[in-house]
Nanobody, 123 residues
Framework: VQLVESGGGLVQVGGSLRLSCAASGFRFDDYAIGWFRQAPGKEREGVSCISSSDGSRYADSVKGRFTISSDKRKKTVYLQMNNLKPEDTAVYYC??????????????????WGQGTQVTISS
């Protein structure tokens, strides 16, 4: 099983980034893919999730600014991040899980994790 994030970087406030999560080694269609982030000194928090049926969920802090999408043919999930703020600075991780408790933004719902990609917003 492998999840590989890419697309992180340094952008100014108000800018945009698109993160990618390329999956392999498991039945992609059977899993939800979530995005999480962790800033220094803070707990990991759920940002967004897309289910196997393409339903989506967002944390309140990113609603209206972030959009999650999935390309099943490429087994890749994207997180389009617009109007970025300094508080979005964090390491972003993607994860795959079956959501046994139907809590798509809880890290405990996920079985497989990527290594993360750094997103830094400068003010």
């Amino acid at each position: 099983v492998q999840l590989v994030e890419s697309g992180g970087g340094l952008v100014q406030v108000g800018g945009s980034l698109r993160l990618s999560c390329a999956a392999s080694g498991f039945r992609f269609d059977d899993y939800a893919i979530g995005w999480f982030r962790q800033a220094p000194g803070k707990e990991r928090e759920g940002v967004s999730c897309i289910s196997s049926s393409d339903g989506s969920r967002y944390a309140d802090s990113v609603k209206g600014r972030f959009t999650i999408s999935s390309d099943k043919r490429k087994k890749t999930v994207y997180l389009q991040m617009n109007n970025l703020k300094p508080e979005d600075t964090a390491v972003y991780y993607c994860a795959a899980g079956r959501l046994p408790s139907f809590e798509p933004l809880e890290a405990t719902e996920y079985d497989y994790w990527g290594q993360g990609t750094q997103v830094t917003i400068s003010s």
